[in-house]
């Protein structure tokens, strides 16, 4: 079982559309649940972090954590054509230290279509 | 606002020559990390560093890989004799604490 997967996509949604993007990882110690932005051949981009389970809302984008179910979600909401990137989900255990390794998934491409 | 910046953006190499990839990290930043992601796959952590020493390190950052941190602003990392399969892009990431991670543009190492 991988450690954390997510549906690569391509995902195509017209422009204001919600969308719904989600990941589920198998290790129950991790802690700390982010979202990155990629953009073609560029670097990630945190979008959100939140700690533990439950929701977190910044804009028109919502993280949900769910620990108990493994699964965790980023919601956007009035999709622009700017959205248009590959999303990575990413989890850390969270140390006594800062200096925990990331953990990312494969990543969903988006594309929002005017 | 504050960013990590690596250079070069890109570098080719022979196979079996050695390379040097460069970052400076967030000012005020203590813990820093080299990933890198091979086209078409998934970003793979290579090693963390904190107070002047590795943190972690991956099975992927055998002893061909190390890491510096030669003054108060540049991180470096280096492979000493490429492979092919060293190709991809490497992140530079560095992070204040509280595991928010903030990474750079990438430098696209290809290796002939």
């Known amino acids: 079982q991988k450690e954390v997967e997510q549906d690569p996509g391509p995902l195509s949604v017209p422009e204001g559309a919600i969308v719904s993007l989600n990941c589920t990882y198998s290790?129950?110690?991790?802690?700390?649940f982010m979202w990155y932005r990629q953009y073609s051949r560029k670097g990630p981009e945190l979008l959100m972090y939140?700690?533990?389970?439950g929701n977190k809302e910044d804009g028109r984008f919502t993280a949900q954590v769910d620990k108990s179910s493994k699964y965790i979600s980023l919601f956007i909401r009035d999709s622009q054509p700017s959205d248009s990137a590959t999303y990575l989900c990413?989890?850390?255990?969270?140390?006594?230290?800062?200096?925990?390794?990331?953990?990312f998934g494969p990543g969903t491409s988006l594309s929002v279509i005017p | 606002e504050p960013e990590v910046t690596q250079t070069p953006s890109h570098q080719v190499t022979q196979m079996g020559q050695e390379v040097i990839l460069r970052c400076v990290p967030i000012?005020?930043?203590?813990?820093f990390y080299w990933y890198r992601q091979i086209l078409g796959q998934k970003v793979e952590f290579l090693v963390s560093?904190?107070?002047?020493?590795?943190?972690?390190k991956s099975e992927i950052f055998d002893d061909q890989f190390s890491v510096e941190r030669p003054d108060g602003s540049n991180f470096t990392l280096k492979i000493r004799s490429t492979k092919l399969e060293d190709s991809a892009m490497y992140f530079c990431?560095?992070?204040?604490?509280?595991?928010?991670?903030?990474f750079g543009p990438g430098t696209r190492l290809t290796v002939l």
């Open positions: 560093f904190y107070n002047n020493e590795i943190s972690e």
């Open positions: 290790n129950s110690a991790f802690q700390y």
């Open positions: 990431a560095s992070s204040g604490g509280y595991n928010e991670q903030f």
């Open positions: 990413a989890m850390s255990l969270l140390m006594k230290t800062s200096y925990d390794k990331v953990i």
């Open positions: 000012s005020n930043h203590l813990y």
């Open positions: 939140t700690y533990s389970s």
